[in-house]
């Protein structure tokens, strides 16, 4: 599981920063990759990268801002002509399916693939299966704009199977039945019980990515023990009144959700192109002040998100 941030500019494209676009990459769990937010030129920055677009299956959209959605037509053609033909599904707040539908009618856009549009509600999980849950909360931006909390379901302990081979048990069916926690019987009597050669569950990663936001509970609620938390920071410490009033945050801000919210790793983006070079890394510092694992992104960034028992704070 990774993460890779393809745009982490705020408003508009700037030379150092793309507008957001972020690739959750479960290319391992599901060899699939899910996209939040779709801004301008989103298509553009994938083509520097390893992503192939047939492979991107679900759009998750925090809100209707341009900077976020206007990359969506361009990329939806794109998938159709790079071989795609499985269904995609969008996510977001209710308008997101008008304005990409309009984009491809009034474009005369074919596609080789079936559009599923579905409507964020707070009430239940948005997706859920057997390997993952996505929530969403609504955040505090002046337009209805969404975080998402994606829930990894917990993977079952491995079978140690170097004590196995030591017993001298031989490899086949039988490992099939100890990783399940049954008890057998070897050909020479001997009774093995599976459930003494399988290690410890591995807790489920949680990964939240934040829309737009002023400081606000929910993002701490959606936030809560999270492995990573993708959060704004689109304004310095001392601009906390501005960012009220644009309705976004400061990176001091972004670092108290993510210590009220015990998450292990926080992220800043949506970084405003006032900031550029050393003072972008001000930002950083300034939430360190507070949350100390915290990490300012850049565009094509790449951030692997380990089991908690494997991973190594920064």
């Known amino acids: 599981m990774e993460l ?4 982490t500019g705020a ?5 150092q920063r793309n507008v957001t676009s972020i690739a959750l990459k479960l290319l391992d769990e599901r060899n699939e990759i899910w996209l939040f937010d779709c801004g301008e030129g989103t298509q553009m920055q994938i083509l520097r990268t390893n992503i192939r677009p047939r492979k991107i299956e679900k759009i998750f959209i925090t809100h209707l801002h341009g900077d976020h959605i206007f990359g969506l037509p ?4 794109s998938r159709s002509f790079q071989g795609g033909d499985t269904p995609l599904e969008i996510y977001g707040p209710k308008g997101v399916e008008q304005f990409v539908k309009t984009a491809l009618s009034v474009s005369q856009t074919r596609l080789s693939y079936p559009l599923k549009f579905i409507e964020v509600r707070e009430d239940e999980p948005i997706f859920k299966d057997q390997q993952f849950a996505v ?6 931006h002046g337009i209805d704009s969404y975080g998402y909390r994606v829930v990894e379901k917990d993977h079952k302990g491995e079978l140690q199977v170097e004590r196995l081979k030591e017993l001298g048990v031989p490899a086949g069916p039988v490992y099939g039945q100890l990783k399940r926690g049954e008890t057998v019987q070897l050909e020479d009597g001997t009774t093995i019980n599976g459930k003494e050669f399988v290690g410890p569950d591995k807790k489920g990663r949680i990964v939240t990515i934040l829309g737009d936001t002023r400081k606000t509970a929910n993002a701490v609620e959606l936030a809560q023990n999270s492995d990573v938390l993708v959060h704004e920071s689109t304004f310095n410490k001392n601009e906390a009144k501005m960012a009220h009033n644009y309705f976004h945050s400061t990176s001091h801000q972004a670092a108290e ?5 015990k998450t292990a790793r926080l992220l800043l983006t949506h970084i405003s192109a006032r900031y550029v070079g050393k003072a972008a890394f001000e930002l950083e510092k300034e939430a360190q002040e507070i949350f100390p694992n915290t ?3 850049k565009d094509f ?3 692997d998100i380990p ?4 991973e190594v704070l920064s």
């Open 4 to 7: 890779q941030f393809l745009g």
């Open 295 to 297: 990490t300012i992104m």
């Open 257 to 261: 959700v993510a210590t009220k919210a």
């Open 301 to 303: 960034d790449v951030i």
């Open 11 to 15: 408003g508009v494209p700037a030379k």
């Open 307 to 310: 089991f908690r028992d494997e």
């Open 74 to 77: 361009g990329l939806i053609s």
């Open 135 to 140: 929530y969403t909360k609504k955040l505090d």
